[in-house]
C-alpha cells in the first residue's frame, strides 16, 4: 500500500478507462451492415484517431477559437467521409456516427476499479471530451464519477496547466492531493510538472496492432499498476 | 406517467434534496459537546442561513467580485460567531464548521429517489454551492449524482440565466429537455422564464419551526410531487 494518498483521482479516459478502438469497431461495423453502408471502418477510426491530437493542437496554438471535442470530431469525420469515398450517410447518420464517441465501453477492470476507487477517494474522467460526452459515456459504460472534469470547464486541452491545476481549483485541493491516473506516460509527465501525484497502468492493445508506445512505465510514477483493480488494491482499498 | 419526458433533471440542493438544519443542528451540537463550546446552535444557524441570499446578493449586483459559496460562508459565520458571543473556537474549529454545509444528510427519499430516477435521466446538483462542496456533500450522503452542476462553473448564483441555461449548453441540450426540480416556487419561476421544465415537491420542516412559504406549488408546474420518489414514479421509473 503507498504511504502518501491522494484526495482525488482524475483518471485520462480514452483508452485508459474505454477501449475506445474496440467499441467504435464493433458499433460502426454493426450500424454499417444495418444501413447497408460499406466502409473499411477499422481504416477510419484509426484516421479518425490519427486527427485528434492534430485537432486539438490548432485550437491549442491558438489558431482556431475554443472548441469542444465533439466538434472537433465532427469536422474530422466529415473529411474522413469524403477520402474514404463512402457514399449514402445522411445527417443523422454522421450525427449517430459522431455520438459513437459517447457510446465507449470500459475495459473489463474498469468498472469495478472505479467502483472501488470510489469509496475512498473522489474520482472522475479528466479528459480532452467535453462533459455531455463523458457524461453520456458514463452513462452509457456504468463509469461511478463523482464529478467529470470535461476540457469545455476549463476551456483549455490537455496538457494544458489549465485542466490539472483546474481540477485542484475546483475541489480546493493542493495539486499534490490530486493523482493524475493515465496508461501514457506523456500526460502524467505533464501532470508531475503541474504537482500532481501520478499513476501509470498499460493498456497495451489501445491502437490494436498499430500500438508503438505507452507499453511500461518510463518513469518512476508514484504508482505503476496492471490495470485499475490493481491500482486500487495498491491504494489499499 | 407525464408524457412529455427530460433528458436530464437537476436538483436544486440545500433544502430540496439535503435537510441542512436537521442536518447542521446534529453535527454543531455533537461538535460543542465535545469540544466543550457552549452555543445556541439552532439560533447561529438560523442566523447562518439568513445571510445566504444577501451574501450571494452582493455578488450578483456586482458590488462583491465572484466568490464561492464555502467563502461567502465563512465571511458569515465570522461575523455570527463574534455577534453570539461564541467563545472558545480556534481557526481549526473555525474551517470545521465551514465544512458543515459539506456533511448534510438527505431527506428519507432523496437516495433512492435519485438512484430510480439515475436509470433513465442525467441528474445533477444545480445549486449555489460550489462543485467541491457539492461533490464532498455527495460523498457523504450517498447522492449519485451523474454531474455535479456547481455555480463556479458558470461564475453566477441562482437565479442569474447563466446557470440554468449553462447547464443545457454543458449538456448539448435545448432548455426544455432540461428539468429543474426543486422544492422553492421561487427557483421553478426561474427556471421557466429560461425555458427549462419544471417539477415540485415540497419540504415543509426545511426551516423548522420558522417556515414561512413553499407548502405547495404556486404554479401549474410541469410535474408536482410528494417527493423524489414520487417524481421518480410519475416520471415511469
Keep these: 500500500m503507498s504511504s502518501k494518498q491522494p484526495v482525488a483521482i482524475v483518471f485520462d479516459t480514452f483508452g485508459t478507462v474505454v477501449d475506445w478502438r474496440g467499441s467504435l469497431i464493433a458499433d460502426l461495423t454493426a450500424f454499417g451492415q444495418q444501413r447497408g453502408v460499406q466502409a473499411d471502418w477499422p481504416a477510419l477510426i484509426d484516421a479518425w ?26 469536422a474530422s469525420l466529415d473529411k474522413l467521409v469524403a477520402e474514404f469515398g463512402i ?9 449517430h456516427i459522431n455520438l459513437g464517441w459517447h457510446r465507449l465501453n470500459g475495459w473489463p477492470d474498469s468498472v469495478p476499479g472505479l467502483t472501488r476507487l470510489k469509496t475512498r477517494f473522489v474520482i472522475g474522467p479528466l479528459s480532452n471530451g467535453n462533459v455531455s460526452l463523458l457524461t453520456y ?68 492493445n489501445e491502437y490494436g496492432p498499430h500500438q508503438k508506445r505507452d507499453y511500461s512505465a518510463e518513469q518512476e510514477w508514484d504508482i505503476v499498476a496492471t490495470d485499475i483493480e490493481d491500482l486500487a488494491t495498491q491504494l489499499g482499498v
Tied chains: 1, 2.
Design 137 to 204: 459515456m458514463a452513462k452509457h459504460a456504468g463509469l461511478p464519477w463523482d464529478m467529470v472534469f470535461g476540457s469545455d470547464l476549463f476551456g483549455h486541452f490537455k496538457p494544458d496547466p489549465e485542466t490539472y491545476l483546474g481540477v485542484a481549483k475546483l475541489m480546493d485541493l493542493a495539486p499534490d492531493q490530486v493523482m493524475m491516473a493515465a496508461a501514457h506516460n506523456g500526460d502524467l509527465a505533464n501532470a508531475r510538472k503541474c504537482g500532481l501525484m501520478t499513476a501509470f497502468f498499460p493498456r497495451p
Design 87 to 95: 457514399n449514402g450517410l445522411t445527417e443523422q447518420d454522421l450525427v
Design 49 to 74: 484517431r490519427a486527427a485528434y491530437h492534430p485537432s486539438m493542437d490548432r485550437v491549442r496554438k491558438g489558431e482556431q477559437p475554443w472548441t469542444k471535442l465533439d466538434d472537433l470530431h465532427r
